[in-house]
């Protein structure tokens, strides 16, 4: 059955601020400091090298502000995952705007919109892959990559593998190739557009 869009275990790689950022901005308030307070300096020479420095810290700060973003969309991101994985429509819906629209492979090349199309994969589907006698379901998220539009818009895509047991009790591997958009309403991030790709070829 080709709609294997849930799994009992999601892992994410997440982006975290580099040490090297720690230091750039260290060494930048440090060495403002130093030329504030180097009295017998030329006051020009003072604040032109200052205001390089503000341009320092502001893009270390800039770049801090970025990584956590992207941090938060990959958060959403898994928690909309997780609520596929175990059949909580109540938070997907939370997550999803109501008239978020897709183009997945069950909907046969055409673009939906609204919840009822992937509600009725979570009352017929999402249930039975994950009941007892289904066995084990895992799902693995591989290079998340987070495009920030602005500071309410954001893309991210990756690559998505689910691992599960088929009827024949026979591990089987399904990869798809996701990109979801999210929209800052109200102070929270909701799911407005999904676009997911089967990968046949990598059907293992």
Request: hydrophobic letters at 30%.
């Amino acid at each position: 059955m080709s709609c294997i869009f849930c799994g009992s275990l999601f892992t994410s790689f997440r982006p975290s601020p580099t040490n090297s950022s720690k230091s750039n901005r260290k060494t930048s308030l440090t060495s403002r400091s130093t030329i504030n307070n180097n009295l017998g300096a030329n006051k020009k020479d003072i604040k032109e090298s200052t205001d390089s420095n503000n341009i320092t810290i502001e893009d270390d700060e800039g770049k801090l502000d970025r990584i956590t973003k992207e941090q938060e969309i990959i958060k959403v991101t898994e928690q909309l995952l997780s609520a596929l994985t175990s059949g909580d429509f109540e938070t997907f819906s939370r997550l999803c705007d109501p008239k978020i629209t897709c183009f997945e492979p069950e909907s046969l090349g055409n673009l939906v919109e609204g919840m009822d199309f992937h509600k009725f994969y979570f009352d017929n589907f999402v249930t039975k892959v994950n009941s007892p006698a289904r066995g084990h379901i895992n799902t693995t998220v591989l290079h998340p990559t987070v495009h920030l539009m602005s500071d309410e818009a954001a893309c991210i895509a990756y690559i998505r593998l689910t691992q599960f047991m088929d009827r024949d009790a026979t591990a089987k591997t399904v990869q798809h190739e996701e990109t979801r958009v999210w929209h800052k309403k109200n102070g929270r991030w909701v799911n407005v557009h999904c676009h997911r790709s089967i990968n046949s070829n990598k059907a293992f």
